[in-house]
């Protein structure tokens, strides 16, 4: 079985941007960075280590835990090094493991046929050693393997993940176009909120923005509505520790953060979802949710922000005018907003100078594979 309390290299990936926020994350859970990248960073941790990384980390996509790497040139040579990793010890023979990839080498032009070469290696492998072999396909529900292969290095971790941490498991509905979660953890790591202020949030959708926020507000662990991970099927691993891990985060839980959360939509079927998603989430006690036009939004004394992700008007088939809807929400901030920070999500930058606020600062952001700008408006009273 596989030791869990031996530490090793561990890659944590994020969505492109988001690395900034993952380090700060990764530091305030005490771990020391070695190398970052534009999708991710290392650290050394243990498998331990990596049951509370993937409990709390809210912008971390999958942690993965390095087994070898080595210089490989042709696929043959990279059965023949799999082959001698010892799989017994982390995938059980009447298991069942995937095995998912980046690849970028001149040998392979299929990334599909790099996996199935590490897939067969491995089952050779255990049963070899233990006279059956485990069941594999493309279920991500329990052991994951994945590699990681450019013209330099070939590298193979254990996937302490499995499913995308991304899925929080409160999403029951979805909306038109729902932004995943760990996308809006970073936007709202990416503003001047922090839990105590007030979060408002028009244009609300699927209620993600909003939900985050109360987690974040309630020190609720972003993987608090999950009952599976790719550790948990790894041979070796204790109950125990994974349970302690869970308590500790409910003991650290706010009940009842200071600050008012307002989410609104114009939408009665999109007000539906995020009302239904934040009950799945059991956070919908903290939000106010109103049917109604972005200038009716409530927007309450005292500090804190309005985020708004309005429609970007860049996907096929969609001929609506926004420019208006823009102007719309520049002038409710400019209204409504006194004393607080707008921020608005958009992809569409020629859209965005319909807002008609200079924007104090842009921060790159891709949803999916659209770059966005997440725009920060200061709102003062009177003018500046």
């Known amino acids: 079985m596989a030791d869990f309390s031996k530490k090793g290299t561990v890659s944590i990936t994020s969505p492109l941007g988001l690395t900034p926020y993952l380090e700060k994350e990764t530091r305030e859970l005490g771990f020391h960075i070695f190398?970052?990248?534009?999708?991710?960073?290392?650290?050394?941790?243990?498998?331990?280590?990596?049951?509370?990384?993937?409990?709390?980390?809210?912008?971390?996509?999958?942690?993965?835990?390095?087994?070898?790497?080595?210089?490989?040139?042709?696929?043959?040579?990279?059965?023949?090094?799999?082959?001698?990793?010892?799989?017994?010890?982390w995938i059980p023979d009447d298991g069942y493991f995937t095995v998912t990839s980046r690849v970028d080498h001149p040998s392979i032009d299929n990334d599909q046929y790099a996996n199935l070469v590490v897939k067969d290696a491995v089952a050779d492998r255990i049963r070899f050693k233990k006279g059956r072999?485990?069941?594999s396909g493309a279920d991500l529900n329990k052991n994951v393997l994945f590699l990681y292969w450019t013209a330099e290095k070939a590298r193979i971790f254990m996937d302490t993940s499995g499913?995308?941490?991304?899925?929080?498991?409160?999403?029951s509905l979805s909306s038109s176009a729902p932004m995943q979660?760990?996308?809006?953890?970073?936007?709202?790591?990416?503003?001047?909120?922090?839990?105590?202020?007030?979060?408002?949030?028009?244009?609300?959708?699927?209620?993600?923005?909003?939900?985050?926020?109360?987690?974040?507000?309630?020190?609720?662990?972003?993987?608090?509505?999950?009952n599976n991970f790719g550790f948990m099927h790894i041979p070796g691993f204790d109950e125990n520790i994974y349970s302690n891990v869970r308590d500790q985060a409910k003991k650290q839980t706010v009940k009842n953060p200071e600050g008012m959360f307002i989410a609104t939509d114009n939408d009665p079927n999109a007000i539906f979802t995020a009302k239904k998603n934040a009950q799945t989430a059991g956070v919908d006690h903290m939000i106010e949710f109103e049917t109604c036009d972005i200038e009716q939004t409530t927007v309450p004394d005292g500090n804190g922000v309005i985020v708004v992700n309005p429609p970007y008007g860049i996907r096929l088939g969609d001929s609506r005018d926004l420019r208006p809807l823009y102007k719309l929400t520049g002038d409710f901030m400019k209204s409504n907003g006194a004393g607080?920070?707008?921020?608005?999500?958009?992809?569409?930058?020629?859209?965005?100078?319909?807002?008609?606020?200079?924007?104090?600062?842009?921060?790159?952001?891709?949803?999916?594979?659209?770059?966005?700008?997440?725009?920060?408006?200061?709102?003062?009273?009177?003018?500046?």
């Open 35 to 89: 190398n970052k990248r534009d999708t991710g960073l290392e650290i050394t941790a243990s498998l331990n280590e990596c049951i509370s990384l993937n409990y709390w980390l809210r912008t971390a996509h999958r942690i993965h835990y390095l087994i070898d790497e080595r210089e490989i040139t042709n696929p043959d040579k990279l059965r023949n090094w799999i082959k001698t990793l010892p799989w017994e010890e």
């Open 340 to 384: 607080k920070t707008g921020y608005v999500f958009t992809g569409n930058l020629a859209l965005a100078k319909k807002i008609g606020l200079r924007a104090a600062q842009r921060t790159l952001f891709y949803n999916s594979t659209i770059e966005c700008r997440l725009l920060e408006f200061p709102l003062y009273h009177g003018s500046k």
């Open 181 to 226: 979660e760990t996308l809006a953890a970073g936007i709202i790591a990416a503003t001047n909120w922090s839990p105590g202020m007030h979060f408002i949030n028009p244009m609300t959708g699927g209620g993600t923005l909003i939900i985050e926020a109360v987690m974040k507000a309630m020190n609720r662990a972003p993987a608090s509505l999950r």
């Open 133 to 135: 072999r485990p069941d």
């Open 163 to 171: 499913e995308s941490l991304s899925r929080r498991n409160y999403r």
